[in-house]
């Protein structure tokens, strides 16, 4: 059975505060449910591991005012960010399989974030940074399961 790797950048305060609505294959109807027992169950009949962002970003200075909508190839709207302010950056991500999908960082969390630049500017702008690493755990979802989203307290 081939299995799709949802990966979440959660913290586990946060998946504790967190209420996933998961999909029909496992509960028969879409369904509030604990996130942390959701997890669970996942990672013992289907394993989790630690994974760590490593492949370089383009980033370039975000417009004063600028609003970043992230999309996601075959997915649509991800998030729209707030207004851009002076010293935000705008980070592009190198993964065609996802659309290349661009976010907002705040001035203040970019350096925390990313190392550089590495590389650039290049004619268009963007310059090379590489990600700080910071880990994040991942559980393995077998195809089956469908779909699921989060919502946020």
Request: net charge negative; aromatic share 6%.
């Amino acid at each position: 059975m081939r299995h799709a790797l949802k990966c979440f950048r959660l913290s586990m305060l946060a998946v504790a505060v967190l209420t996933a609505v998961l999909p029909a294959a496992r509960l028969g109807a879409q369904e509030m449910v604990d996130a942390v027992s959701y997890f669970r169950d996942v990672e013992a009949e289907h394993g989790a591991g630690l994974a760590r962002k490593t492949r370089p970003v383009d980033a370039r200075p975000a417009e004063p005012g600028e609003v970043i909508v992230t999309m996601i190839k075959g997915e649509g709207k991800e998030t729209e960010s707030p207004p851009a302010s002076p010293g935000d950056m705008v980070v592009r991500n190198r993964c065609p399989e996802t659309g290349n999908e661009e976010i907002l960082v705040t001035a203040a969390k970019f350096p925390q974030c990313y190392e550089g630049p590495i590389a650039g500017p290049a004619s268009d702008g963007w310059s090379t940074y590489r990600p700080l690493g910071v880990e994040m755990r991942f559980i393995v979802v077998a195809d089956d399961e469908g779909t699921f989203s989060f919502i946020a307290p």
